[in-house]
């Protein structure tokens, strides 16, 4: 399984950012997709839980500073998820990374997810 994020960069507030994954050799039948992020430098802090979407409508999460901000999907055809992102705050800077995991409840506890790509950085700043 291999996960690709792309489409970080250097954005001022206010601005947007729609962030991809692609994802290969992974079956979707079902399936767990997140984004976390970690700031740098706080590595100690762990990771972030930003959204998650499923196989199992009723198991999609969205942190609290997502919401009308941060908008996760999934395009099929291209295997690929995306996170559009929205009035972008320098508290949103971050490496911003893609997991899977084959449970679809993983988006209930949004720890342990089996696969993760290697992230992509998203700097805020004016």
């Known amino acids: 399984v291999q996960l690709v994020e792309s489409g970080g960069g250097l954005v001022q507030p206010g601005e947007s950012l729609r962030l991809s994954c692609v994802i290969s050799g992974f079956s979707f039948d079902e399936y767990a997709v997140a984004w976390f992020r970690q700031v740098p430098g706080k590595e100690r802090e762990g990771y972030e839980g930003v959204s998650c979407i499923s196989s199992n409508y009723g198991s999609d999460y969205s942190a609290e500073f997502a919401k009308g901000r941060f908008t996760m999907s999934r395009e099929a055809a291209k295997n690929t998820v995306y996170l559009e992102m929205n009035s972008l705050r320098p508290e949103d800077t971050a490496v911003y990374y893609c997991?899977?995991?084959?449970?679809?409840?993983?988006?209930?506890?949004?720890?342990?997810?089996?696969?993760w790509g290697t992230g992509t950085l998203v700097n805020v700043s004016s």
């Open positions: 997991a899977a995991d084959s449970v679809a409840n993983m988006c209930l506890v949004m720890y342990g997810l089996d696969h």
